[in-house]
Every structure is written in structure tokens, then in C-alpha cells.
């Protein structure tokens, strides 16, 4: 009979970004003994690595931090309504030295595989320093957006410039000053890189394939007197945000437009466009997602704001979204992006009308001719959700691996557990639900230290969700998504459905039920004693 030998470590954790120092937090509240391995030197996670210019949040700050310290969250000095890249590093770098993480984490040391043994039931993970380490339980703190998409140009070798991934941004400055830029992509990343470098470089060339609706970010630093408002208000914060459907610190509309005529809806519209940040979308009405009139209203609205605010009338059209509705892409928040285009030193080619063919020597050839740069930067996106644990080599039972397990679409119970692979947990993982990063992490986390409380207080040493629990929460997954309009927009490639890698399967790769509903189910499944989980007290007969 196979036995449960002893682990060099109760757990390991794979990442140290929000996940990762989370997790730490939760598993030392279970004595649980660890070893975190964290790729970077420093922590950080997806804010360690991008470090572009411009990089900053799209979350209110004061809820892009975290709720279990709220003692710090009283102290901290938040500066700007978004906050900083650099910022947001520093407070994961004083929340890691405040609770004496760093001592548990081993910098610099890339997870190369990881298989569990089923004899033992135990993980063994290789890192890329030669080292195995086995545990009990496998906590994966990757992120959404760990691996970037290799940009799919011909000749992007031999440019004999500067190039630059934006995931992969180096940690010394980069003098764009005078330089003619080429930005390659118009996603989130891209938009605050281009109005960033606008004002820098001596000609900035932007390829958009796909314009985007970018609602106005309003940032603006944060006065002493507001902060100290802030402060104050640490209850009431975190109840917003947890019960927020995109977990926003923000009150819902409480109203549907489909009701509203069309004067109402603009009127609303534009306070909502005024407001800055994600309000347009979520404060405005709560049926913009779902109501077809609705959206193409909202739709409109914004298209007539790039009109009214880029000069070109053809550059304006340019930028005008209409293959998708408003939402059918991730919105990102811009800050003067717009308005970025009536420079004289800022261009813009559409790669649909005028496709790349090939990086050169010298630049970029499009069809219709060649340009010249001295740097071209590249903000091509990710292999979103599934790339980073599909990457890292993963094997459960019987030899199946996460990669070959999410070739069709990746599916996770809850956002955190795959049938098949004992005794790990993903935080983020496939299906977890598209709200803002830290209050789903704080959840997900939380639920996790209560499964693995349950399997000490019973003495389990495996705990696998069923693939039936699997199955419903990616049915649940699915029937929330063709409840939205979202699926219109396929054909602009979204991440968020892993449409925008090629022979990557689209799929509902997020939960869109929101953060109550999200919520209501983990809190029903713990209520319910966990039957989504099977827990062996005795070592698996094989």
C-alpha cells in the first residue's frame, strides 16, 4: 500500500506578487511551514515586471492593495487616485518587510515543473536552480498576465534598434527623447505607454489593429484633506468593493437604461464620462452589458467624445470602435490618450487597412510602404489566464498535464481547482471572476486556507475537486457570458476569452457573475461542508 511520506515543506508558492504574499499571510495563519519562489528579484509580481512608462492601475488606489493589514491601510500615504507602477511596488515591498516575508521567499528562481506523486501525494517541484522541493499543498500565484505574447512579425530579429516588450521593460531608463517610437498594440498597455512617450519622443508612430474605448482615467494626485477622508472610510471601502460587481470601490447605478430615452441616457452618460475611471461603464446604468440598445448608446456616446476631441477628422475615425460593442474588448483608461493625437509628432496606421508584413533593418514594412524608427516597442498582450500555469509544466494524476487539460479552453472550479491535480490550488486561475485583481485574490485565498483547515482538522492528504463541480462552475461560467452582449466582439480578439492568441480555443476563460456572486458561492460551498472537494484521510490505492 502506497504511504503519505513526509514533505520538505507543508507548501509551496509559486509567485511573489499579490497572490504570493496573500498566500503567505493565510498559510503562516495556519502554521504551516513554506517555500515561496518568486522568478524576480524582488517582490512584485506583475508590477515587478512591468515597469513600461507610464504603467499604473485602473483601480481606485486606495481599494488596489489589500484589506488584511488595516492598520496599514490607514497609514498609507496613497498619492494618486491611480496609482503608479512604482507606487504599487513599493507597497507590496512594505507589506513583505512589515510581516517578515522575505524570509520565506528564494528570489531569482524560476519554477521549471512540477508533478505530483501520487504514491506519496505529494508535489515535487523542480526549479530552474537544479533543486526539487516536495510538499503537501501547490499554491500558484501567477497572475492573468505572466506571459507575454510573442509579437508575430517576420524580422523582428534583425532590427538594428532598440526594442522593447513592454512585460519585459528593463529596470535602467530608457532615453526616448528626440527618438522616432514605433508602438506596436492599443490595448491597455499601450495606450498609457502612447500618451506617455507623446510628449516624449521626437515622432511617435502608433499600429493599431483594433481601436479600443478608452474611458477617461480623471487621475489626479490626492490632497492631504481628501486622504485623510479616505482614512476614515475603511468599512465602508472594502464593502463597496466586495460587493461591486467588478469589485470597485463604487456604489452600483441602481438604474436600467433600457427604460430611459435617449436624452436621459446621454445626460447620465456624460456625468459618467465627467466622473473618470470605470464609473461611465458601472455607475451610469446597470444594464449596459447586457441591453442592446444600451450598449450601443454608450457606444456612440464615446465614439462622438473621439470626434469631438481629435482634430483629423480621419485620424478621429480612425479611433473610432465599431466591430465591437463597448465592453466586447477589456476598456482601458487612458489620461489624455486622445488627445495625444492632435500632436504633431504622434501618427496613426491601422494594420487592418495596412498590414504589417515585416520587421526590417530599419523599421517596420507595412503594405503600403516602409518606415524607419529608432525604437519600436512592442505591446502585443499576453497569453492571458491559461499561459503562465500552462507553461510551467504542470502534471497531476495519470500523466495528464494543465496544458494538455486546457487545449480546449482552460476550466477551473471556482477559479482555483483543476480535477486531476491534487492538492493544488491557482489563485487567478481560469474562470475566476473578471473584477478587480486584489479583492478577488483576498477571497480566493481565504477560501483556500479553508479547505486546507478542513483537510488538517480531518487529517486528509488529498483534497481534488470533482471534474462534476468542475463542469458546473464552467457551465455557470458559460451561461453568464451568453447572457452579455461580450461574445459580439470575438472578432476583435479579446484576451479575457483567449481570443487574441492563434489556435488558441476561445472560451469562457473568466466568470462575468460579478464579485456577490462569486462570493455567494464560495461562501455556500464552505457552508455546505465542501462538496465540490473530495478529502482522503488514507493514502490512495493506485
Keep these: 500500500m502506497p504511504i503519505s511520506s513526509s514533505p520538505d515543506v507543508d507548501a509551496v508558492v509559486v509567485g511573489a506578487g499579490f497572490a504570493g504574499l496573500r498566500t503567505i499571510h493565510s498559510l503562516r495563519g495556519l502554521g504551516l511551514s513554506m517555500r515561496v519562489f518568486e522568478a524576480g528579484d524582488d517582490v512584485g509580481g506583475t508590477w515587478y515586471w512591468n515597469r513600461y512608462p507610464g504603467a499604473r492601475t485602473d483601480t481606485e488606489s486606495w481599494a488596489y492593495c489589500f484589506s488584511f493589514d488595516q492598520e496599514l491601510w490607514e497609514q498609507w500615504p496613497f498619492k494618486e487616485r491611480f496609482t503608479a507602477q512604482g507606487d504599487v511596488l513599493e507597497y507590496l515591498r512594505a507589506v513583505a518587510d512589515r510581516h517578515g516575508m522575505r524570509e520565506v521567499i ?32 501547490l499554491i500558484t500565484g501567477l497572475g492573468w498576465l505572466g506571459i507575454a505574447y510573442k509579437p508575430p512579425f517576420e524580422g523582428a530579429d534583425q532590427f538594428e534598434g532598440e526594442s522593447y516588450v513592454t512585460s519585459q521593460w528593463p529596470h535602467e531608463p530608457v532615453d526616448f527623447a528626440g527618438k522616432k517610437v514605433a508602438v506596436i498594440g492599443t490595448g491597455a498597455t499601450g495606450i498609457q505607454v502612447i500618451q506617455t512617450l507623446a510628449h516624449i519622443a521626437g515622432d511617435l508612430t502608433v499600429f493599431q489593429r483594433t481601436p479600443n474605448y478608452v474611458m477617461p482615467g480623471r487621475n489626479h494626485a490626492l490632497p492631504d484633506e481628501q486622504l485623510a477622508g479616505l482614512h476614515d472610510r475603511f468599512e465602508e471601502t472594502w464593502e463597496q468593493a466586495y460587493s461591486h460587481v467588478f469589485g470597485f470601490p463604487m456604489e452600483p447605478a441602481n438604474r436600467l437604461g433600457g427604460g430611459l430615452s435617449d436624452q436621459e441616457l446621454e445626460k447620465i452618460f456624460e456625468a459618467g464620462w465627467e466622473a473618470g475611471g470605470f464609473r461611465f461603464i458601472f455607475q451610469t446604468v446597470d444594464d449596459m452589458l447586457v441591453d442592446q440598445r444600451v450598449n450601443d448608446a454608450a457606444s456612440e456616446f464615446v465614439r462622438g467624445k473621439i470626434r469631438s476631441i481629435v482634430k483629423d477628422p480621419k485620424t478621429a475615425e480612425m479611433l473610432c470602435p465599431t466591430t465591437h460593442p463597448i465592453g466586447g474588448k477589456r476598456p482601458p483608461l487612458g489620461n489624455f490618450y486622445y488627445e495625444a493625437f492632435n500632436r504633431d509628432n504622434v501618427h496613426l496606421i491601422s494594420v487592418r487597412e495596412d498590414p504589417i508584413e515585416e520587421i526590417t533593418r530599419t523599421g517596420i514594412r507595412t503594405r503600403s510602404g516602409s518606415h524607419d524608427f529608432d525604437v519600436i516597442i512592442y505591446a502585443t498582450g499576453f ?7 500552462a507553461e510551467m509544466n504542470v502534471e497531476g494524476l495519470d500523466g495528464r498535464t494543465i496544458e494538455s487539460e486546457w487545449a480546449s479552453g482552460g476550466q477551473m472550479f471556482l477559479g482555483l481547482s483543476a480535477a486531476g491535480f491534487p492538492n493544488m490550488f491557482s489563485v487567478l486561475g481560469p474562470q475566476a471572476p473578471f473584477a478587480s485583481h486584489p479583492p478577488v485574490i483576498e477571497r480566493q485565498v481565504e477560501f483556500i486556507e479553508k479547505v486546507i483547515s478542513q483537510a488538517l482538522e480531518i487529517g486528509s492528504v488529498r483534497v481534488e475537486t470533482t471534474q462534476e463541480a468542475q463542469q458546473d462552475w464552467s457551465d455557470q461560467c458559460d451561461a453568464v457570458l451568453d447572457a452579455t452582449l461580450l461574445k459580439q466582439g470575438m472578432g476583435d480578439r479579446p484576451w479575457f476569452l483567449g481570443a487574441n492568441v492563434p489556435g488558441k480555443e476561445p472560451s469562457a476563460l473568466c466568470y462575468l457573475g460579478g464579485m456577490g456572486g462569486f462570493i455567494a458561492a464560495v461562501d455556500a460551498e464552505v457552508a455546505a461542508g465542501f462538496p465540490g472537494y473530495r478529502f482522503s484521510k488514507e493514502p490512495a490505492r493506485l
Design 106 to 137: 528564494q528570489f531569482s528562481t524560476r519554477v521549471v515543473a512540477a508533478k505530483f506523486d501520487a504514491e506519496a501525494n505529494l508535489w515535487r517541484v523542480q526549479t530552474d536552480d537544479g533543486v526539487e522541493t516536495s510538499c503537501r499543498w
Design 383 to 389: 497569453d492571458a489566464i491559461t499561459g503562465p500555469l
